[in-house]
């Protein structure tokens, strides 16, 4: 079993700051890459930033310049600094986890798991 639990959402006015993190637990040999996803109403979900286990991080244009990612792939965490928040950023946002776990012979499997969402709500 894996878990991913997200925390750090809430509401804030528009130019604030908030700090999500993300900890995956569970039977994970090796984290490949974490990211950060968000959905807004009506919409599908997006990539917001990604970091591999080296450390190469990866941003959707809309945020770049303004929220931050970082993480351990060794403790498994993942957290994302949005700074200068508009309206816009709105939205539910979903800790992604690509993994690898052993398998019942004891073969590495990669997967990917989400966690259940924490929401992000920038007011005017």
């Known amino acids: 079993q894996v878990r991913v639990l997200e925390s750090g959402g809430g509401l804030v006015q528009a130019g604030g700051s908030l700090r999500l993190s993300c900890q995956a637990s569970?039977?994970?040999?090796?984290?490949?890459?974490m990211g950060w996803y968000r959905q807004a109403p009506g919409e599908e979900r997006k990539l917001v930033a990604t970091?591999?286990?080296?450390?190469?991080?990866s941003y959707a244009d809309s945020v770049k310049g303004r929220f931050t990612i970082s993480g351990d792939a060794a403790k498994k965490t993942v957290n994302l600094q949005m700074n200068s928040l508009k309206p816009e950023d709105t939205a539910v946002y979903y800790c992604?986890?690509?993994?690898?776990?052993?398998?019942?012979?004891?073969?590495?499997?990669?997967?990917?798991?989400w966690g259940q969402g924490t929401r992000v709500t920038v007011s005017s």
């Open positions: 992604n986890l690509d993994a690898s776990s052993r398998d019942y012979y004891g073969l590495e499997q990669e997967f990917v798991s």
């Open positions: 569970g039977s994970i040999v090796s984290v490949n890459a």
């Open positions: 970091i591999s286990s080296s450390g190469s991080t």
